[in-house]
């Protein structure tokens, strides 16, 4: 196996060193950044502003800062899964900050509860494909110069090159220039004769997919940051037999993007008819959800025909380019609220929301208006409500519900009249009760009126209040509904992303160069040598097929003299070392290994 | 209980029983791989020090490491020569664990024997495993982790198969399995069982799938990376002229050279990268369908990120002059650690959208 260094790599940092080791023959076989060496000056800006400029974007655009910003990238992203994240969980980040008094305000002041939106974590990434755009623009042009010109020629000594052979042959040389360079094309490399000798290149798509990777990177965030500026995203609850349709005054909460214009809602509306949950029925996973299905009847536009459709976890329903997503779900007892005189004031499906796995859930029941008291005087109804949809039965602790399914529903209301405070201006939560301007109707002992009901059962309030009954439970669903333009350039750019990294990765940068020459004797002497971006084990075995299938026309003559090879060797290498030492810092042998991609 | 359910409950024990026989054929194989490596330890091998030995400029002097390029019965073929750019180490590879005696090359074969025996065990407690519950077998931490050990063994005996050298992977490959699947069975294990609806996907088998084989190819690059710096350190050592302990001189020896094992590290980091990007967009794809968002910075979805940006960083240092070798191959642990945090951390520490994952 071939020991490796680098040479494009040492070529690149020797760039511009005279007797470099394959001097132009190693030349633009990369579009890499050079690296500039920390001594050479480089590091002490002018004074000038420009100056300083200049050396700030070269300092930007180079491959160790580009190191570093990813670096960094990836240290910054680690608090934000550490540190409950106000975008991701809300809730989370307030009871942190409850139990945190001391560490909360540092927090802040680090932006530590939004690290992906804050200030350092932007300044980040915005550096860095500052950075990838100063890179990839001039690495683009060099490429396409390279496209456009041709493989340099062969250099004088091609001994020195990674992978060498030679042999002499009757065959005149103008011949054997001809069917290498024909060989060398059929093998799909770009060649072309120069001088005694041909140069051929092949691999050029490997700088190519490494410029596509990089432009894709970025318009994956072009897209992901336009997408954030457009959208839309609302929730809606949606009870059994009830529907929704897609105007901004049917959400129950609602974001958009700073660009978000809200005619762009797309117009359809869709029914609930049916939610279906079941659950693990026994075995140590009892209770673990495994299917929710929501299946809706919906109609794209105003008026457009009716279709039936589901609506699973992993599954949206997807209309006009918005889709819809099944969020949660939960239970809505229906209860009719009747006052003194019986007659029915309101009739609904209250949903609850779920506090813990098996759909315990709690809310509240409030009657705004139609309800008078015995003396014919308005008022208004409260009842928090507590509900499972399976109880483990009286005297058996709290009530908390024992499997998610509805077995064994019983709901559990305490009631309040009064003032419910909805006109008060203030936003409400619809899920509690302000009993702030109420009073508690009380029972025979002078506490609090509640009772758990079973379905059919009511709740009568004293004095001929009225009653409060429990017909039956329907199901809940809830939605997200959200539109996000630039998703197609997100999945274009990431497939490109990945079709460039691996050209990138995969594909070998060579070169090669037949040389033929008449030697002292007449006969033809050819030489042909490989030079890759990196010593690849896969170069010698490339140069020996081409050696073999250019032997076919160009057989070995018998008897060759001994080649100058190890006179040149010696000194050869000595050359080498000294670059390597006029390098002026010294290339640590084992900081030196090369490798496939490595340039 | 009915007949099916009858059946997969007797097709998840089939599976214990196959994990457990294929935990004692590792046991095996590795008491096999120790005495590869003891025997071995009676030959002289001593290449490196003789490489090093000489002169430094004298070793990049030597010209041309003759390699004969296969030949054709015909026609004579030219030979071709080939020849390391100055400022390398001309070093040999080590002559593998046994050290080229014969009783340790014959434990060294009958340790990739049973190797393969206990990796088909494995792959048949996995199979068996998905048949009982009728999905993929990665739905939790056990599943995962017995499928991650199955696929870093298929790794490891597919690069053996293509006759590259990566026998000296055995012993720490062996030992690292028996540990992870030590810590399934005890602590990880769960019962077969369906998927919660959230994980109803065919992203799962795409997903996960590609998930774990980046994970377990990862982890030959990682062992190769750390090995690489031990071999690094040992080849500084006897070039400044320092004499190594002999024990240490005994296992390094026998190693693969330094820049061999960096290569190897870096082939494989390299070749896995598309594809652990892959991953990461076909999770993002997925949680889209699932949750209604492509990206919610969800600490899975965060150590995702943050492996791959570690593992660009890498690659990037590998081109980058004055960051190659041993820095490089610290980024590269590096890298590692936050898939093996992602991977176990996140799931025990953490909690988040990923957690129905059942520890
Ligand atoms: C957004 C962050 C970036 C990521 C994720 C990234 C990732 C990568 C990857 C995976 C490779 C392939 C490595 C290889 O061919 O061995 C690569 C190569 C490269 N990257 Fe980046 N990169 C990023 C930013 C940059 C920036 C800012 C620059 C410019 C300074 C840059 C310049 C290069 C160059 C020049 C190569 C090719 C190296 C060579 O040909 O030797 N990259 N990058």
Known sequence: MSKANSTSTRQREEEDEQGSAHGAAGEQLSTAPREERPDTGAGVPAMSVIGWVRWFWRQLTSMRVALILLFLLSLGAIPGSLIPQTSVDDMKVQAFKERHTTLTPIYEALQLFDVYSSVWFSAIYILLFVSLIGCIVPRTGQFVGQLRSRPPGAPKRLTRLPAYTTWRTEAAPEEVRATALRLLRGRRFRGHEVGDAVAAEKGYLREAGNLV??????????????????????????????????????????????????????PFSFVLDDFVGTYEKSGPQRGTPRTFEARVTYAEGAEGTERKGVIKVNEPLVVDGTKVYLIAHGYAPVVTVRDGKGKV???????????????????????????????????????????????????????????PALDFPVLALSAYQGSLGVDSGLA????????????????????????????????????????????????????????????????????????????????????VWVRAVRGADGVTVVEMAGLGRSESAKLPEELGDLSAALVTTAPVAPAAPEEPDAADTPDGSAGTDATNEAGSRPVHPAEAPAEGAEK | MNLAAATNESLAEASNVLIYSSMAVYTLAFFAHIAEWVFGSRSKVGRTAAALSTSPAKASAAPAVKAQAGGTAVLERPEVITRSAAGTRDVPDGPGAAGGTFKGDLYGRIAVSLTVVAFLVEAGGVITRALSVQRAPWANMYEFSITFSTVAVGSYLVLLALKKNVRWIGLPLVTTVLLDLGIAVTTLYTDSDQLVPALHSYWLWIHVSTAILCGAVFYLGAVGTILYLF?????????????????????????????????????????????????????????????????????????????????????????????????????????????????????????????????
């Not at chain 1, 894709?216 to 349709?245: N, P, W, Y």
């Not at chain 2, 350190?233 to 400044?240: I, P, Q, R, V």
């Not at chain 2, 960051?323 to 590096?334: D, S």
């Open chain 1, 213 to 266: 990777f990089h432009i894709a990177l970025i318009v994956m965030l072009v897209a992901f940051a336009s997408g954030q500026l457009f959208k839309s995203e609302g929730g809606k609850l949606v009870v059994e037999g009830d529907g929704f349709s897609n105007t901004l005054t049917q959400y129950d909460n609602f974001k958009s993007g700073s660009l978000y214009d809200s005619d762009s809602l797309a």
């Open chain 1, 345 to 403: 004031v309101s009739k609904s499906a209250v949903p609850l929301l779920p506090i813990d796995n098996n759909i315990t859930s709690s809310g509240a029941i409030k009657v705004m208006d139609g309800y008078k008291d015995k003396d014919g005087k308005k008022t208004q109804l409260g009842f928090k409500a507590f509900f499972v949809p399976t109880f483990a039965g009286h005297g058996k602790g709290q009530m908390f519900s024992q499997f």
């Open chain 1, 428 to 511: 409400q939560n619809v899920y509690q009760l302000d009993t702030s301007k109420m009073k508690e109707f009380k029972d025979k002992d002078g506490e609090l009126l509640k009772k758990m009901l079973m379905p059919g059962e009511k709740l009568d309030l004293p004095d001929g209040a009225g009653s409060i009954t429990y017909e039956g439970t329907e199901e809940w669903a809830s939605f997200q509904i959200s539109q996000q333009p630039g998703n197609g350039w997100a999945l274009g750019g990431a497939i490109a992303a990945i079709a460039g990294l691996a050209g990138s990765l995969f594909i070998q940068r060579r070169r």
């Open chain 2, 231 to 359: 071999r690094d350190s040992y080849e500084n050592k006897l070039a400044s002229g320092g004499t190594p302990g002999k024990f240490a001189s005994s296992v390094m020896e026998r190693l693969p050279s330094a820049s061999s094992l960096d290569k190897f590290a870096y082939r494989i980091n390299a070749a896995v990268f598309p594809l652990w990007t892959f991953t990461i967009i076909a999770g993002a794809i997925w949680a889209g369908d699932a949750w209604g968002r492509y990206w919610g910075w969800d600490p899975k979805e965060v150590w995702s990120f943050i492996t791959w940006v570690a593992y660009a960083a890498y690659l990037h240092a590998r081109a980058t002059a004055g960051w190659k070798g041993r820095k490089a191959a610290y980024l590269a642990l590096l890298a590692f650690a936050c898939w093996l945090f992602n991977y176990y951390g996140v799931n025990i520490f953490v909690s988040g959208l990923h957690s129905y994952a059942g520890v």
